[in-house]
T-cell receptor, first 113, second 116 residues
Framework: DSGVTQTPKHLITATGQRVTLRCSPR?????VYWYQQSLDQGLQFLIQ???????AKGNILERFSAQQFPDLHSELNLSSLELGDSALYFC????????????FGQGTRLTVV | QKEVEQDPGPLSVPEGAIVSLNCTYS??????FMWYRQYSRKGPELLMY????GNKEDGRFTAQVDKSSKYISLFIRDSQPSDSATYLC????????????????FGQGTILTVHP
């Protein structure tokens, strides 16, 4: 167990809907990262927050948004969902801003039908 | 062309074999190199981290980086059935201030099976 908690573990929803994925980082970690893992694209970096501020942005779609709250938990919001958004979404956390020290959660499996 | 290329396998070896996993990359700015292990339905777990070129050993695992060839390897000695997993290489460029933050670029992963 990495200490990074993601909820829910599984989510099934219809196209056009909006969902929120939640991540609680390890105790003491200030950075949170979001990744998307699909069979064809592999693991793709979406966004990093550090102590509440956006630190780095990857190939995150405009339909997706994220934030990190004062208690350091983070949420990833996915809207106007499409079939192609079906994937595993991972959250990772690290003490510092260094992505070389990140620990991954178990992931949320999103299925869009 | 992808920035990081990794042979997806699958790779099947007998218990006790030496396993060699490899990645090539095209971005010469990459300076931080990592290997992750991912079991089915689990998140990636960091195995090894190397900065710049050279070798690093940790128990049965050895990571090698050859920046001149843009090639990294992970060797697993005395492989065990519990090593059966997907192995992902990941890389990052140095950012302002000399640290690495933000994006890790992952390979597609190599599926390894070690049979008894």
């Amino acid at each position: 167990d990495s200490g990074v908690t993601q909820t829910p573990k599984h989510l099934i929803t219809a196209t056009g809907q909006r969902v929120t994925l939640r991540c609680s980082p390890r105790s003491g970690d200030l950075s949170v990262y979001w990744y998307q893992q699909s069979l064809d694209q592999g693991l793709q970096f979406l966004i990093q927050y550090y102590n509440g501020e956006e630190r780095a942005k990857g190939n995150i779609l405009e339909r997706f948004s994220a934030q990190q709250f004062p208690d350091l938990h983070s949420e990833l919001n996915l809207s106007s969902l499409e079939l192609g958004d079906s994937a595993l979404y991972f959250c990772a956390s690290s003490v510092s801003q260094k992505n070389t020290e990140a620990f991954f959660g178990q992931g949320t499996r999103l299925t869009v039908v | 062309q992808k920035e990081v290329e990794q042979d997806p396998g699958p790779l099947s070896v007998p218990e006790g074999a030496i396993v060699s996993l490899n990645c090539t990359y095209s971005n010469s700015a990459f300076q931080y190199f990592m290997w992750y292990r991912q079991y089915s339905r689990k998140g990636p777990e960091l195995l090894m981290y190397t900065y710049s070129s050279g070798n690093k050993e940790d128990g049965r695992f050895t990571a090698q980086v050859d920046k001149s060839s843009k090639y990294i390897s992970l060797f697993i000695r005395d492989s065990q059935p519990s090593d059966s997993a997907t192995y992902l290489c990941a890389m990052s460029a140095s950012s302002a201030g000399g640290t690495s933050y933000g994006k890790l670029t992952f390979g597609q992963g190599t599926i390894l099976t070690v049979h008894p």
